[in-house]
């Protein structure tokens, strides 16, 4: 099992689009939000998530895909 902390950034396109629910729903993890800003032209969403090291890996490319930028915080 793998836990990941990282920094989700959202470009303005992608701001009301529920891409966290599609990650929860297609991947099956585990999500915690821990702290988020998000205004009319940029946001950004700092999450724990956990679930299998492929899924895990799988799930960030997935987003990565979508233009969402994923800074690493600290994995375990």
């Known amino acids: 099992m793998k836990e990941?902390?990282?920094?989700?950034?959202?470009?303005?396109?992608?701001?009301?689009?529920?891409?966290?629910?599609?990650?929860?729903?297609r991947f099956d993890l585990t999500v915690n939000i821990l702290r988020a800003q998000v205004g009319a032209e940029a946001g950004w969403i700092e999450l724990q998530i956990g679930g299998e090291d492929a899924t895990v890996d799988d799930?960030?490319?997935?987003?990565?895909?979508?233009g969402i930028y994923v800074q690493?915080?600290?994995?375990?």
């Open 4 to 25: 990941t902390l990282v920094r989700l950034v959202y470009p303005p396109d992608l701001l009301r689009v529920p891409v966290l629910n599609q990650l929860i729903q």
């Open 72 to 76: 690493f915080i600290e994995e375990t």
């Open 59 to 66: 799930a960030l490319n997935w987003l990565r895909e979508r």
